[in-house]
């Protein structure tokens, strides 16, 4: 069934996957422009909530099987039929759980448009998890063709929707109801084609297996207890801002997540490519482990510092031309929140080097630590607006991830130099707190900054971007060459 991925499929894989979340973070910020200014500030932070909503319930229907699933099939690829069908039972039961436990939440509230949602809301909720389940196997077995075909269709109907929509026939309820529609269309595909497949021929196995649905929940239970405990620092926090601040503040802080949308997705499309690989690597070939981490963490680094640097300084004049007046507010937010999220980036990757070297208590317990600690920032500063809470988080984050790299150096020795921390601490807070400040100075001035430091860093790294090119190059070579080889032995047989 699965094989060991060689390191130029690792690079199809993720260009695949980040050709397609790419499409999709397009289109999809391209209807929120949309939705954003015919739906008003209001009714987008009630479409917001919703999201919000649906992530929340995901993230404990979900009962954290991904990664566990990974690395059992990836160390032992024969197992794939029984975690396919313990990992099924599993969200399926944990799914109707959360969909009543949801529905009770949402009757009882009193905001009547949010309540007329709850169909479309139960809808998404069980779309995501069949596309969570499939997804997780597709991924053990470096299958990720169809999954970026199916994200960049539905996200093309998505976008056709609601561009051809008159403005007029616009509300919030046909807005839901068309995503849930697209989503739960495409989740069910996703099933059909594996179901189908030859590589998940879900049957029962000859040999007898010790895994089973409560097998895998056990395994999870330290990172569903993350996932839960990561709630106050990613969602609760959007449910704070709509009690304490209102929902046009849930909108503003809804725009500022959604520029740094593109950052998260695209690095989160890497960890979840290179994640079945380090965990054979960690078991198998340590020195290996140890050279693709550095060069992994310190690639994640400086693109998202990068990324954080362009979009803080141009975020005001953005908004202004993408969504309007309405939502002026949101330019210093967008500013903060591409830092949060590149802080959230590196949190992920300490926290995936933990579960690869199968230390899921030590997640268990950052995350209780982050919980307690971030929580609170957020809780307090979400009675202040979207830019109190953007500062809390990012205030909180970088206390947070301070406290995981200490205990990361001390349980996993030798993966990372001494004095690195430096390198990671002393630029994240200087260009973070500078490129905000720098705001101020006038758009052309601002523009001539990055023009002259994109060419310094050109110039100072020519050799590697020389070098880079040059593996891009061989690497589409390998491509043709193994077209053609293909070919001949087709023609050949």
């Avoid at 500062?391 to 349980?411: D, E, N, Q």
Wanted: with cysteine.
């Amino acid at each position: 069934m699965g094989k060991e991925c060689s390191w130029p499929m690792i690079v199809r894989n993720w260009l695949m996957l980040a050709g397609s979340n790419s499409i999709r973070i397009l289109f999809h910020f391209l209807c929120t422009i949309k939705i954003a200014r015919v739906l008003g500030a209001e009714d987008y932070g009630r479409f917001a909530l919703v999201l919000t909503t649906l992530l929340i319930a995901q993230a404990v229907s979900s009962l954290a099987l991904r990664n566990i699933s990974i690395r059992e099939i990836s160390r032992d690829p024969e197992s794939l039929p029984q975690v396919a069908r313990a990992a099924f039972k599993a969200v399926t039961l944990a799914t109707i759980c959360v969909g009543i436990l949801i529905a009770i939440i949402v009757s009882i509230q009193p905001d009547q448009k949010i309540f007329s949602l709850l169909g479309f809301i139960l809808v998404l909720m069980i779309a995501d998890s069949i596309w969570s389940v499939t997804e997780t196997l597709a991924f053990s077995q470096n299958q990720m063709r169809v999954s970026a075909i199916l994200f960049t269709a539905s996200s093309a109907a998505w976008l056709a929707i609601v561009f051809c929509v008159p403005a007029n026939m616009f509300s919030l309820q046909m807005v839901v109801a068309s995503y849930a529609t697209v989503q739960i269309v495409s989740s069910l595909g996703y099933l059909w084609w594996v179901r189908k497949s030859r590589y998940f021929a879900i049957k029962r196995s000859e040999t007898l297996s010790s895994i089973t649905s409560a097998t895998l929940v056990r395994q999870s239970l330290p990172l569903l207890g993350s996932a839960v405990l990561a709630l106050p620092l990613s969602q609760l926090p959007i449910v704070f801002l709509a009690n304490h601040s209102g929902l046009q503040e849930v909108a503003f802080y809804g725009i500022a997540t959604r520029f740094a949308q593109p950052l998260s997705v695209l690095a989160g499309t890497l960890l979840s490519v290179i994640y079945p690989n380090l965990s054979s690597y960690f078991l198998n070939q340590k020195a290996v482990f140890r050279s693709k981490t550095r060069f992994l963490f310190l690639t994640l680094g400086a693109t998202g510092v990068g990324f954080a640097i362009l979009v803080s300084l141009f975020s005001s004049e953005v908004i202004a031309i993408l969504f309007g007046s309405e939502y002026q507010p949101a330019g210093l937010v967008v500013s903060l929140q591409v830092w949060v999220v590149l802080n959230w980036i590196m949190h992920n990757f300490v926290g995936i080097l933990f579960i690869v070297s199968n230390r899921e208590k030590t997640v268990m317990f950052l995350s209780l630590f982050n919980a307690i600690l971030i929580g609170t920032f957020a809780f307090i500063g979400a009675h202040y607006g979207a830019k109190g809470l953007s500062l809390a988080l990012w205030s909180g984050g970088l206390i947070g991830f301070s406290v995981h790299w200490v205990i990361l150096k001390r349980t996993i020795p030798n993966v990372f130099s001494s004095g690195l921390e430096w390198l990671i601490f002393l630029p994240y807070i200087g260009f973070s707190v500078s490129s905000i400040y720098l705001q101020a100075l006038s758009l052309s001035l601002r523009i001539l900054l990055v023009a002259g430091a994109s060419l310094l860093l050109i110039w100072y790294f020519r050799k590697h971007v020389a070098t880079a090119i040059l593996s891009v190059r061989d690497l589409l070579s390998w491509r043709a060459n193994k077209v053609e080889s293909v070919k001949q032995e087709e023609f050949l047989g």
